[in-house]
């Protein structure tokens, strides 16, 4: 049960930081081929923390 839960605030979790990558990338960056390896990169830092957030909450559920 824990990591469905785990995997349901992950993906959660990314939704909102992609949803903020692309906004901010949209209005502050031309549109190129860098642009679209950046959003790449940005997504896989985005993956990383979105697990980490997850862990992190959960841990502080579990302390409550």
């Given at each position: 049960m824990?990591k469905i839960?785990q995997?349901?605030?992950?993906?959660?979790?990314?939704?909102?930081?992609?949803?903020i990558?692309?906004?901010l990338?949209?209005?502050?960056?031309p549109w190129n081929?860098?642009?679209d390896?950046?959003?790449?990169w940005?997504w896989?830092v985005?993956?990383?923390?979105?697990t980490?957030?997850?862990?992190?909450?959960l841990?502080?559920?579990r302390e409550?």
């Open positions: 824990e839960k995997i349901l605030l992950t993906i959660v979790y990314f939704i909102v930081i992609v949803f990558i692309n906004k990338i949209n209005l502050l960056l081929f860098l642009t390896l950046f959003t790449l940005c896989g985005a993956v990383i923390v979105s980490g957030l997850a862990q992190y909450t841990r502080k559920v409550l």
